[in-house]
């Protein structure tokens, strides 16, 4: 028998740490997923047991709002000061001076930053569908510009 280190892969972060970076991550550790969102003053964070199978498609959405907390929808099958500026990371962590590690493995799809929490039904027809940001039809609902995304949380 033998010893395995439990290893950590990070898939999304902007920011947030165990130690209250302000931001938002997502990653894994061991079987657990966790999801994790702090504005520098509070820490909101979900710990959901379950690996993602090998060449699977999975379908992951995260709900905050400081009234209702952090939640982690049910997937369908078939604002702070900073002193600093924030970068999106997808894919693998930023550990600073433009070092980076705890790389994904995978291909990321269609990734959209709302700027409001989705209800149940909508956040259901974009799993079953896709979807489409369209800036003009929908100000402030969604937005495709990373500066305007960066600035906004």
């Not at 950590?8 to 991550?25: H, K, R, W």
């Not at 992951?60 to 907390?69: E, H």
């Not at 930023?94 to 269609?110: I, P, Q, V």
């Not at 937005?143 to 906004?152: L, R, Y």
Request: with cysteine; charged share 25%.
């Amino acid at each position: 028998m033998s010893w395995l280190p439990e290893i950590t892969v990070t898939y999304l972060v902007v920011g947030a740490n165990d130690e209250g970076g302000p931001g938002v991550s997502l990653y894994f550790k061991g079987i657990y997923l966790f999801v994790a969102v702090s504005t520098g003053k509070q820490l909101w964070k979900l710990e959901v047991p379950g690996p993602i199978n090998n060449n699977t498609w999975k379908e992951i959405g995260i709900r905050w709002s400081k009234d209702n907390g952090l939640d982690l929808p049910d997937p369908v099958d078939p604002a702070v000061t900073r002193e600093y500026p924030v970068e999106l990371t997808v894919g693998c962590q930023n550990k600073g001076e433009e070092e980076y590690s705890h790389f994904a493995y995978g291909e990321f799809d269609e990734l959209t930053i709302w700027m409001r929490a989705l209800n149940d039904n909508v956040t259901k027809q974009y799993f079953l569908g896709g979807h489409a940001c369209d800036v003009e039809t929908h100000p402030l609902r969604c937005e495709t510009n990373m500066k305007k995304i960066m600035d906004n949380m």
